[in-house]
Nanobody, 115 residues
Framework: QVQLVESGGGLVQPGGSLRLSCAAS????????MGWYRQAPGKQRELVAL???????NYAESVQGRFTISRNNAENTVYLQMNDLKPEDTAVYYC?????????WGQGTQVTVSS
């Protein structure tokens, strides 16, 4: 059974930082494209950051330079370091694993940026 378990969300003030974790079981993250997505109320889910099997990273323009995605193969975990958070970053953040016809989602973790 595949599980992606996100953690690390919470309430943070503008300009603050959070690190999200996505702990995987049932798959090996290094052979999947791993992504972080987010969905704000009333909006569509959008891709925030992606790390390919080869280690290439891609970011949404809105988070470029502020967020960093990384992968720890030994821990089978993917991280999203979020710095200089803004109120518009408020959303539920989801971890995704994708490989060919296999696609898995975590349950999400809430990030709220507010003073």
């Amino acid at each position: 059974q595949v599980q992606l378990v996100e953690s690390g969300g919470g309430l943070v003030q503008p300009g603050g930082s959070l690190r999200l974790s996505c702990a995987a079981s049932g798959i090996i993250v290094s052979i999947y494209a791993m992504g972080w997505y987010r969905q704000a109320p009333g909006k569509q889910r959008e891709l925030v950051a992606l790390i390919t099997r080869g280690g290439r990273t891609n970011y949404a323009e809105s988070v470029q330079g502020r967020f960093t995605i990384s992968r720890n193969n030994a821990e089978n975990t993917v991280y999203l370091q979020m710095n200089d958070l803004k109120p518009e970053d408020t959303a539920v953040y989801y971890c995704n694993a994708d490989r060919e016809i296999r696609n898995y989602w975590g349950q999400g973790t809430q990030v709220t940026v507010s003073s």
